[in-house]
């Protein structure tokens, strides 16, 4: 395919907004160009690589600029005066910049933009811009006004993953039906790239070789709610369960001496825990293996864990030593994915367990060590354990279904998390992600900020569906914070992935996750999510921000779904509150 039908495909996608239709027409390209699929899910993402190994252009606004008065030899001063004048470079880029006779083939620009991102070190920006007005001048017209919105990190054509994941179905057999074993098949590689090409290029049978890999993140399995020991007894039967330790998502990743180390959004974050990267060489006695858990920091004079967020402190690229004397890590690990040449994600939990204690070399000072685990099918027993582990400073337990396999990148009903809010009748956390915020009033003016339009995810389709408007739990500082990263993602319209009827004084790409505490749930007309026709959709009552869980993805957010079942459950999970206050319940 050419860079000049994607381009001319990326302006047609702007301009559709059902998805149906978006699906329609991303099939269509992967369809003509089933040698370019390994790479076009990036391109369509505005991406250079899959989001575990995506390399940043690493250029600057003023360096693009310098780009295209280079490529159109123009003066610096004429590419600020039409940017004032048009307001977008992209588009100031195809005003200069004329067609090109022969145009470029994706692949070719692919290639190059990776090597204006890998040119790096002393003196690279000459060079960097150098290749990049190249490209520009190879490209021209449209295509510059797109590749400029990519090395802008500006592309959004609001194609989720869950999308591409449609579109890639549709392309082949012409329905979503193949959809849940292509999704399987990305929960394993993470890579949308890799599922495409193997699909396209060998068939639906093809996506069965792709197996969890070490250097490529599985896509972490996450965790359902129920709102009491009894209810989850009652539900999942005989149970393991495990301690909540509330610190950052983890996935190890061996293969003979070279470690990995993911977080929940897939970042490459090796080289921040160099301590959890000697545990692992040292304590893993396999040649390959895929570890699942959770990294908790701890003080080293009082032995206590320390919250979440002095955690997080320490997934940062600078002074990665100091950080490592301060906040030392414990890595406590729940799973294992795989296991020398072995998938171990369709094996039930039980056994995926015993083979995880077999290869941990548990040592008294050691970084890793594996969780405690309780086996149960009696409420009182699990109660017990749970008001244990909140007494011991924990955030509650995870209860697992010991028959069940590792269900990569969904939330079921086989693990199942237990937090302290379900002991205080209604309360209740979600995590919302922030599609918009509010100036606010009075005091909160002088921030610039007031309050905040918080969403859910709609898996099904692939949209951000608001649920409350945030105004209460943040100190002004964090409230500045917060102001200055959203406002480095702020569009001048409803973003495309985001349905609201509620229209915030500034809107910004669904990127940062929150976490909220509510009250209760209410319905309510003004919020989309839940919304059906006429019927009213939910809203949170008294809700404040608990904390700022930028660890997580857009797509983690708490779903419409799981707010709705809540809902459900809350006249119900009143009546246990109630019982167990009054001593007669179970
Ligand atoms: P939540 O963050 O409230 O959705 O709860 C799920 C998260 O708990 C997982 O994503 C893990 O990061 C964390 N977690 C802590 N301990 C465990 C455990 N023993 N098993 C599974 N997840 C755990």
Not at 291 to 309: I, M, N
Request: with cysteine; glycine share 8%.
């Amino acid at each position: 395919m050419l860079f000049s039908a994607l381009a001319e495909a990326f302006k047609q996608i702007e301009a559709i907004s059902s998805r149906a239709q978006m699906t329609a027409r991303l099939a269509e390209i992967f369809r003509q160009a089933p040698d370019d699929a390994a790479i076009l899910p990036y391109l369509l993402q505005g991406q250079l690589g899959p989001p575990y190994a995506a390399p940043d252009l690493g250029l600057d606004e003023q360096r693009i600029a310098q780009a295209i008065a280079a490529a159109a030899s123009v003066s610096p001063d004429e590419v600020r005066r039409l940017y004032d004048q048009l307001g977008d470079l992209g588009l100031v880029a195809e005003h200069l910049l004329p067609s090109a006779p022969r145009p470029l083939p994706v692949q070719d620009v692919y290639t190059q933009l990776r090597q204006v991102a890998t040119t790096v070190g002393v003196g690279a920006y000459v060079e960097k811009v150098s290749l990049f007005q190249d490209l520009l001048q190879r490209t021209g017209g449209q295509a510059a006004r797109y590749l400029v919105r990519i090395a802008q990190g500006r592309l959004r054509l609001g194609v989720g993953d869950a999308t591409l994941l449609d579109a890639l179905s549709v392309a082949v057999v012409g329905s979503t039906s193949l959809r849940p074993r292509i999704a399987r098949a990305y929960s394993l590689c993470s890579d949308l790239g890799l599922v495409a090409s193997r699909l396209l290029t060998g068939g639906p049978d093809a996506l069965d070789q792709i197996h969890p890999t070490p250097g490529r993140p599985v896509l972490p399995a996450l965790a359902e709610r129920l709102p009491s020991p009894a209810e989850i007894i009652r539900r999942l039967g005989r149970v393991i369960a495990e301690p909540k330790y509330d610190g950052l998502r983890l996935q190890a990743q061996k293969d003979g001496d070279r470690v990995w180390l993911f977080t929940r959004r897939l970042e490459n974050v090796t080289h921040a825990f160099p301590e959890i990267v000697r545990a692992v060489r040292q304590q893993i006695i396999a040649d390959q293996a895929i570890l699942d858990g959770e990294a908790v920091g701890y003080d080293t004079r009082t032995g206590q864990f320390l919250p979440f967020q002095e955690t997080a402190r320490r997934r940062r690229k600078y002074r990665v030593e100091e950080m490592e004397a301060r906040f030392p890590l414990r890595y406590y690990v729940f799973d294992l994915l795989y296991l020398d040449g072995q998938d171990c994600t369709p094996l039930p939990q039980r056994q995926r367990s015993e083979r995880l204690r077999q290869i941990v070399r548990e040592e008294p000072n050691g970084v890793i060590s594996t969780t405690l685990q309780v086996e149960t099918g009696d409420a009182r027993e699990l109660e017990t354990f749970v008001a244990e582990m909140l007494r011991r400073g924990l955030e509650g337990a995870v209860v697992k279904r010991p028959d069940a396999p590792y269900h990569a990148g969904a939330r079921q009903f086989s693990w199942v998390k237990l937090k302290r809010e379900y002991r205080e009748a209604l309360a209740d956390t979600f995590d919302l992600v922030v599609v918009g915020y509010f100036y606010g009033r009075g005091k909160r003016a002088k921030l610039g900020i007031g309050s905040l339009l918080g969403a859910v995810y709609a898996p099904d389709r692939d949209l951000f569906r608001t649920l409350s408007r945030v105004g209460a739990g943040l100190t002004d500082e964090e409230w500045l914070r917060l102001r200055e990263m959203l406002d480095a993602s702020r569009v001048a319209t409803k973003p495309r992935r985001v349905d609201s009827e509620i229209v915030p004084d500034v809107w910004v790409e669904p990127r940062y996750v929150v976490e909220v505490i509510a009250g209760e749930i209410t319905r309510s007309p003004q919020h989309t999510c839940g919304k059906v026709d006429r019927q009213p959709g939910y809203a949170l009552r008294f809700p404040r921000v608990s904390r700022f869980r930028f660890d997580r993805r857009p797509e983690d957010a708490t779903t419409e779904n799981e707010v709705i079942e809540m809902y459900r459950m809350q006249s119900g999970h009143g009546a246990q509150a109630n019982q167990r206050r009054n001593g007669d319940g179970s």
